[in-house]
């Protein structure tokens, strides 16, 4: 009973201020609509593949030479980049494909073509690099990036930002409704009404409203007796 209870006035107050609800949530979904189209920057990925014709223990030294400072320095040199090679090293990713000695090397950036670019020159200095250093000269570029006719940027997904966007703005609307509510002092129930007097309550009396009200007059039945008119 007690769970009852609760649960019917958890529903009173989201129903008392359900309109905040629907225009926090739709304001919500509106705002992350314009940042999807209109403020956030697309990104494109492009990708080199490599042959490492190596064993697993030589793979993961070789693999990590790739986002090495000494090759992307030469990698932002070569393409006149004003970037650090740690921050060339965050738009690049590093992985093999499933179980073979093939690397995959992908470049993010916001100009899909400077992409390309990128993960091509990553590539080739790394194969310069890794010969001279460690004399491995094994290494073979098997696929180089390519700017496709019309590439799609990889992080906008319009329908999951708005998505995301409703279901951030319904949690805190309900969480803003339930503040609201228990910042309201006023008395809502009879339950209120035991806790602030301590005393049951031992009935209610309905609340009237003008259109449930009888016009008195108009319901009068005159009767004539006498000469005089008597109002029942």
Not at 28 to 50: C, E, H, Q, V
Not at 186 to 215: A, C, F, W, Y
């Amino acid at each position: 009973m007690e769970k009852e209870i609760n649960l019917k006035s958890l529903f009173n107050v989201i129903r008392r201020r359900f309109w905040i609800i629907v225009v926090i949530t739709i304001l919500a979904a509106f705002a992350g609509g314009i940042y999807s189209f209109f403020m956030k920057a697309p990104l494109y990925a492009s990708s080199a593949r490599i042959l490492i014709p190596a064993n697993a223990e030589a793979m993961s030294t070789l693999k990590v030479m790739i986002k090495e400072p000494i090759v992307l320095e030469k990698v932002a040199q070569q393409l006149n980049l004003q970037k650090s090679a740690s921050a060339l090293s965050g738009q690049i990713s590093v992985g093999k494909v499933e179980e073979s000695q093939v690397v995959v090397i992908t470049a993010v950036d916001t100009n899909p073509a400077q992409a390309a670019q990128i993960a091509n020159a990553t590539a080739n200095v790394y194969k310069k690099e890794v010969s001279a250093i460690m004399n491995f000269g094994s290494v073979r570029i098997l696929t180089e990036a390519n700017v496709q006719g019309n590439p799609s940027p990889i992080n906008q997904n319009h329908t999951s930002a708005i998505g995301m966007a409703l279901a951030v703005g319904f949690i805190l609307s309900i969480g803003l409704v339930f503040l609201l509510d228990s910042l309201d002092e006023t008395i809502k129930s009879e339950r209120n009404i035991e806790q602030l007097l301590h005393v049951p309550v031992l009935g209610t009396v309905s609340q009237m409203k003008k259109n449930n009200m009888v016009d008195k007059k108009s319901n009068k039945n005159s009767v004539t007796a006498r000469g005089e008119t008597v109002d029942l």
